[in-house]
């Protein structure tokens, strides 16, 4: 269904990316690494990978600000 221009879609779907299925979490992230499981879509753990992302990310920003409230 990717990439095929249905008569009343204004904008064309983009391809489908390459998608392998992984057996856990773990061996998804450990054959793909994070970013490539959580932002290139690269197999079904994608959403929960993104999560993980996410309290990265927030927990660097959190210590950051933390530091700068005492700096």
Request: aromatic share 6%; net charge negative.
């Amino acid at each position: 269904m990717g990439g095929k221009i249905s008569s009343d879609e204004k904008i064309p779907r983009r391809p489908l990316p390459d998608f392998e299925e992984a057996g856990s979490l773990s061996k998804a992230i450990a054959r793909d690494g994070l970013i490539g499981t959580a932002l290139e879509d690269k197999n079904e753990y994608g959403p929960n990978a993104m999560i993980i992302l996410l309290m990265i990310v927030a927990t660097i920003t959190g210590g950051i600000l933390l530091l700068f409230r005492y700096v």
